[in-house]
């Protein structure tokens, strides 16, 4: 069972719709992080959260620790924000500053 | 902002050769990675290093080695390339924080290397 788990692994949207990539871990945190990554490769750091909700935009995280879980919304979605969604943890008893990646939400909103 | 480049976007070599990817940040961050991205498979790390001269084997360390001989750069060399070594090789650096280790990564765009 990977420490880091996705759901769903590929979505599509239309234009317009509410959005939402969970993600689920079996190891304790100290923190947790969402990437996006565009075709052609570049990662792009969206939030870090240790609890609570974070918001930027139309974009929300929030994390239930007691639970494990962690959402990512996207509201209005556009087209712009098809992309890779990577949920990332640090674990407590990791090594220095090492990261567990979940595999990804593949997400393309169709005009 | 912070400006991670590695040296180049695609890449082909053959099976055999020594391959270099460099990696350069220009925020003066301690720490800096090399993941490799397939898929199904998500980011592993191959190697970390959190300063100059320090490197700290990650969990795909074998067939891979790492330079740090300045701060700002950090080289991933395939000594002898192989087949299954064609991948997206992805750097990031992030700032080391004393009271914190929860500092960001940032990414470069990636390098994506064909081994034929």
């Known amino acids: 069972k990977n420490e880091v788990e996705q759901s769903p692994q590929n979505l599509t949207a239309q234009e317009g719709e509410f959005i939402t990539i969970n993600c689920s871990y079996s190891?304790?945190?100290?923190?947790l992080h969402w990437l996006q990554q565009h075709p052609g490769g570049g990662i792009v750091s969206l939030f870090m959260?240790?609890?609570g909700k974070k918001k930027h935009g139309r974009l929300i995280a929030t994390i239930n620790i007691q639970e494990k879980h962690s959402s990512l919304h996207i509201t209005a979605s556009h087209p712009r924000d098809s992309a890779v969604y990577i949920c990332?943890?640090?674990?407590?008893?990791?090594?220095?500053?090492?990261?567990?990646f979940g595999p990804g939400t593949s997400l393309s909103v169709i005009p | 902002d912070v400006k991670v480049t590695q040296s180049s976007r695609y890449l082909v070599k053959r099976t055999g050769e020594k391959v270099f990817l460099e990696c350069v940040q220009d925020?003066?961050?301690?720490?800096m990675f090399w993941y490799r991205q397939d898929p199904g498979l998500g980011l592993r790390l191959i190697y970390f290093?959190?300063?100059?001269?320090?490197?700290e084997k990650g969990d795909i360390p074998e067939g891979y080695s790492v330079s740090r001989e300045k701060k700002e750069r950090f080289s991933l060399i395939l000594e002898s390339a192989s087949t299954n070594q064609t991948s997206m090789y992805l750097c990031a650096s992030s700032l080391w924080d004393p009271l914190s280790s929860n500092q960001p990564q940032h990414f470069g765009d990636g390098t994506r290397l064909s081994i034929l």
């Open positions: 290093s959190y300063d100059v001269k320090m490197k």
């Open positions: 990332a943890v640090k674990g407590k008893k990791t090594s220095y500053d090492k990261v567990i």
């Open positions: 925020m003066d961050h301690e720490n």
């Open positions: 190891v304790g945190i100290s923190a």
């Open positions: 959260l240790s609890s």
